[in-house]
């Protein structure tokens, strides 16, 4: 058998020869890397990637066949559950495979041989049909783990539910939801809930409020780390008080609660409190301890991060023990990490900057000064240095220091460096990525295409989204987007987010919980000033774009809500509208968003860099007071950005319309009107769509245009006066239906 470390390398290996299209040795190193391991799910799980990356290449055979071996492999080895374990994120990797679908139907079988109702479950979550894995999984796992008295949890908003009945025949779930019973379809129930541990706090807060108040007041640790368990296991104290406060604690306590739990968080075994403003919690158990404890913790720790974190914590300790170091242990400790590294940089593994860094540090504990040479010599020698850059994951301190030698390896192409890597990096090293890069001089013409990039690509940018919109809007050199279509744009992240199914929970959750600390930074401080910033029509549209959003929660979502109508009370007690005259919605088809998205993309990516091109050839000729070419595309870039923040604005705003929408009977948005003249009895037929399919040329009309307004509401039989030069005299609407095509 290999340690973890070992079939990490393994893994690489793998990956690089997916790469390189030698089929042959692909699975003869996939075979070795099955036979190396313990047989187990969470010994395989790494070479998911593996999978994945074949998938990329389009070599969905070969990776469907791997993926086959490998479930046959575990269930020989370990069993039915821990091949399923495997088996599941493959499966949501290879959605397609029919085979892989058979194969997880059985498993699921023989787990649950002789369970009431297995079949029809199986039928109903779609797992033997054609509904996407996530889902069918997700269905059969939830509704396979409840039983009357289980206790669930919301997906999308903090509540909490219990199960009272399950039927089987047709499986649906009577649960207890606010003190009221509901129904629920199986499908239904594991889209809204998971189950949940009894002591979980949402739980309590619902069923068992004596327990829950004993537990903040008499025991904040616990409180702490149940909330720690059920939302990552690490947060800062402003996001324990969003969760806390008002519901589980009124705001006037707050100051005087944190003070008493933070000292009992320090106390506590479990816990890990680091930082100051804002303070970061946690969940560790049994993390690194004293001299007699260091090195045994420290060759548990599983990653570079946390051994770096390990480290840190230990010589915090000392210090504040005022007792000295234990040398001997960290000269072992260093020996076993400079080894690691080592082995990870003959392997050509991205993971080995991280590693040496971590060496680099401990070295530096006692005394070695050579650390650091090795990680820059590593980057330089590196085909790919920003890959190991990456590597950094969410640690600012590891992200600082293997800056400092990115720095130092390659300063000639260092602010490029910095440009590049910046959109996709986590949102905890924006702000130092940001200082770097104007400290390093990067042109300011290239913040136009980062920014264009960032809010392009939200999904895969969203931690520099985060902080260009909590930090980065208030650097002059970031400023080039309205912050109203910033916050657009992050509005519309968190609603697409939960309605993705190619991301996993996990990476869900992360991406929720930064948007929804972005937004509350420092009380909501940006979001206030921007909704001073707009007016009433905007503030209607942002409201609405807030109720629809289920995944931040039912919290957040109130609190972005109320302070849109105190902003704007007469969005309170608003009337209904018919829907061509509001001024917070846009009705478009599917081709008309389409066509929206393709003129924003355009010029995001060719417009605006074409113009941030020209400013840097303009400013280049010198003389910029004399420079009329400069002055030109300075207010080229006005105009682009003012265009780009009206089209961003009616993106946010739009509502896409069906034919199945369309009253029959009322000329309305979508309506396909036939017109009788009433003196010459010749016909027209004219249709009523959004401003982005408008032709005239073929009778299709913006239902916004004025000639279109006068037309909305009336109904068959109606005799209408018009004015357009083409359809001057009086009319009868003789039929109306909704449109079909365009």
Known sequence: MVDGETSGMQVQELIKLAGSGNIKDVEQEWLTFLGDSDGTARSLTPAVKVIEVLKEQDRVELAESLAWTAIESVQERASAEEALKFAQPVFMKLNKSSELRKQVTELYKQIFNGRDGLDELMEESGLTGGRPPRRAMRTMDVCLSIEPGTFVVGRHEESAARVEAVDRNSWTVEATVDGRVESFEAVEFADQYAPADPEDYRVLAAFDQARLSKLVQSDPAAMIENVLIVNGERLTDDELREILVPRYLPAGDWSKWWTKARTAARRSLNISVEGRSPYILEYAP??????????????????????????????????????????????????????????????????????????????????????????????????????????????????????????????????????????????????????????????????????????????????????????????????????????????????????????????????????????????????????????????SALLTQVRRLDSLGRNAREDLSNRITRQFPNLIKKKEVPVWLRDDSLYATREGVGKLDAEINDLVHVKMRENAKAIGEAAEKGDLSENSEYKFALEERDLLRARLAQMQQQRAIVHLLTPENVPQDTISVGSKVTLKHVDRGDERVITFLGPFEADIQTDIYNYKAPFAQELMGHRVGDIVELTLTELEGQYEIVATQAWRSI
């Open 286 to 539: 049994g993390g690194p301890g004293h001299h007699e404890e260091f090195e045994e913790s420290f060759a548990k720790l599983k990653t570079a991060a946390d051994r770096l974190a390990g480290l840190e914590s230990y010589l915090r300790e000392c210090k504040a023990r005022k007792e000295e170091m234990d040398s001997a242990s960290l000269e072992r400790v260093h020996a076993e990490c400079v080894k690691r590294a080592e082995r990870l940089t003959k392997n050509g593994a991205a993971t080995a900057l991280v590693e040496g860094i971590v060496a680099w540090q401990v070295g530096a504990s006692i005394g070695h000064t050579e650390g650091q040479d090795a990680c820059v010599e590593l980057l330089k020698e590196s085909g790919d240095p920003l890959t190991m850059v990456r590597e950094c994951g969410t640690s600012k301190k590891l992200w600082s220091l293997a800056l400092d030698c990115l720095a130092k390896a390659d300063p000639e192409k260092y602010p490029e460096h910095l440009v590049t890597i910046f959109p996709q990096a986590p949102v905890q090293v924006c702000e130092e990525l940001a200082t770097r890069m104007e400290k390093g001089g990067v042109k300011e013409e290239l913040y136009d295409e980062l920014i264009g990039e960032i809010t392009s690509n939200t999904t895969v940018c969203y931690g520099a989204l985060c902080w260009l919109w909590d930090k980065g809007l208030s650097r002059p050199l970031w400023q080039i987007m309205p912050q109203v279509s910033v916050l657009t744009r992050l509005l519309q992240l968190a609603g697409d987010i939960s309605r993705n199914d190619r991301l996993d929970k996990a990476t869900v959750k992360t991406m929720r919980d930064a948007i929804k600390s972005s937004l509350s930074a420092r009380k909501y401080e940006n979001y206030a000033k921007c909704l001073e910033s707009i007016e009433s029509g905007m503030g």
